[in-house]
């Protein structure tokens, strides 16, 4: 399986009050991080069977925004496991409900998601601690699950993907000089 794990897009300012923050959902920016990490996807031609959210707002609404995309006719599901405070255990019950499908996207928040990475990735799954990997805003991290330890395959941030995007959109003809 290819697990896809994304950390949502740009929701602004967190707020004080925690029932507020619970329903804060996706600026302006966020929405275009969104867009531009579907388009990553599409060129990359990832295959998704599934995709899971943190039932946060913020995380549902990049999921959506993603799975429109990208074409993706099912519905997005939701899952307190991807939620900030979920927990490894829960989070690898959830991979394990889903390891028969051949690509994987989930949605969440960090630091718990970038903490469920590192420790996919450093074959150390029981225990805390260890390596740690940066997920910003938007980013996108896909795993080869089917090898032991897991692999990391790529992981791109939208910051990556524009200056990618900035370089091939220019003139790709090469100047020559006329004599």
């Known amino acids: 399986m290819n697990l896809y794990l994304m950390r949502h897009a740009n929701a602004g300012v967190p707020r004080e009050n925690p029932l507020l923050d619970l329903k804060r959902g996706l600026i302006k920016e966020g929405k275009q991080q969104c867009m531009l990490m579907a388009g990553v996807l599409a060129a990359l031609k990832v295959q998704v069977d599934v995709i899971i959210a943190s039932p946060l707002k913020r995380s549902l609404q990049s ?57 996919i990735l450093s074959g150390n799954g029981h225990q805390a ?32 993907a524009r200056t990618i995007y900035a370089s091939v959109t220019k003139s790709s003809r090469p100047k020559t000089s006329r004599k």
């Open 63 to 119: 999921a959506q925004f993603v799975g429109t995309e990208i074409g993706f006719e099912g519905r997005v599901l939701s899952s307190p496991a991807l939620a900030p405070d979920g927990d490894y255990a829960a989070f690898q019950h959830l991979i394990g409900e889903y390891s028969d499908r051949e690509g994987v996207l989930v949605v969440g928040h960090n630091p718990n998601l970038h903490q469920f990475l590192a420790r």
């Open 129 to 160: 601690g260890g390596g740690s990997i940066r997920l910003r805003k938007g980013a996108i991290a896909r795993v080869d699950m089917s090898r032991r330890p897991p692999q990391l395959q790529w992981l791109i941030d939208p910051r990556l």
